[in-house]
Each structure stands twice: as structure tokens, then as C-alpha cells.
């Protein structure tokens, strides 16, 4: 027998269920959304000519040649291409051109023909990170070289600073290079 009370109860439960479902509805979305919008960033760009600032570099003992005098870098969603020219320990000038695919690894020819593997992955908006594995034949010895480099854009887009480590038989040498775009 329906009675207004059950009738009551009924048209209560039915809105709850239905006000419960819309709930879960909207809170889904809205967590969707926002985890979206939390991974989902673009990184800045890192395209341009960029001209060492040796005074305002760290280059340690081999000083200029131990950096690239001029970093020429193309941007794509895939990828970094860099065209890096300077000066080798020899005095003879080098300009070579690097491909280095985003969370893959590359391989390049290197300064002195060695070969480099690297994977670059992003780090934060404003760096990326390069992991690098250079083979290269030095005095008649196969010479096996790991270390890291971190690009690292300034706010305005005007200086781009290049961290570098590598372990040597020697120890680690590191070295802070700061460009300017121009």
C-alpha cells in the first residue's frame, strides 16, 4: 500500500541517488581536468643563435675551449637540434650538428669523430637535461666518457646557461657555460 510516507521516502531516495550520481559526474571531470592541466605544460622556447658570455662563464681550466663559442638550436615537440661551433684544444676550428630526440635515445658524431648517445629529457619548463655516453679514440686508446649537461633558459628568454659534468680518468670536470641570444 502506498502512503504518502512511502511516497516521501521514495521521491527523497530517487534525489539522492540522483544528486550522489551527479556528484561523482562532476567531481571525475573536475579531477580529470585538473590532473590534465597539471601534466600538460609547454616548455619554453629554446630556439635561436646563442653566443658564449665567456666572462660570465665557468669554464674552468681549458677556459673557452672547453665550451662551445656559438650554440645554434632548432625546437620541435620531438626533438632539439643543435648546430655547436668553437674553437678545438688544438686551435683548429669544429661545427658540428646534434639531433637529440626527447625521451629516446640518440646517436651523433661527436668533436674528434667520437661517437655520442645521448637522451634528453625535459626537466621542469625552463631545462632540459641531456645524458651523454661519448666513445672516441684518443692517442691510439678507446676512451669511454659518461656525464650529463642541463640547459637551463632564463624568464625573459635572453640567456640560456649550459651546466656540464663528465667523468674523465682524470676525475669529474665541470663546467657552467652562459650564452646570450644574438
Known amino acids: 500500500m502506498l502512503t504518502s510516507h512511502n511516497i516521501l521516502f521514495y521521491y527523497i531516495y530517487l534525489k539522492l ?18 590532473l590534465l592541466f597539471a601534466f600538460s605544460y609547454k616548455a619554453a622556447n629554446f630556439s635561436g643563435t646563442w653566443n658564449l658570455d665567456e666572462s660570465a662563464s665557468e669554464l674552468g681550466q681549458f677556459g673557452a675551449r672547453g665550451a662551445y663559442s656559438k650554440v645554434v638550436i632548432e ?4 626533438a632539439i637540434k643543435m ?18 630526440l626527447v625521451g629516446k635515445e640518440s ?8 661517437k655520442k648517445i645521448s637522451t634528453l629529457n625535459w626537466d621542469g619548463e625552463q631545462s632540459f637535461k641531456i645524458d651523454v655516453k661519448l666513445m672516441l679514440e684518443f692517442q691510439g686508446q678507446s676512451l669511454e666518457l659518461t656525464g650529463n649537461e642541463k640547459w637551463e633558459i632564463s624568464n625573459d628568454g635572453k640567456t640560456l646557461t649550459q651546466y656540464s659534468s663528465i667523468n674523465t680518468p682524470q676525475g669529474e670536470m665541470s663546467t657552467k657555460a652562459v650564452y646570450k641570444k644574438g
Open 107 to 114: 646517436q651523433n658524431t661527436g668533436i674528434m669523430n667520437s
Open 17 to 34: 541517488t540522483i544528486m550522489t550520481r551527479k556528484f561523482f559526474l562532476y567531481t571525475t571531470a573536475f579531477l580529470s581536468l585538473s
Open 83 to 100: 648546430t655547436v661551433s668553437g674553437s678545438g684544444f688544438d686551435g683548429s676550428n669544429y661545427e658540428i650538428t646534434e639531433t637529440h
Open 75 to 78: 625546437q620541435s615537440d620531438e
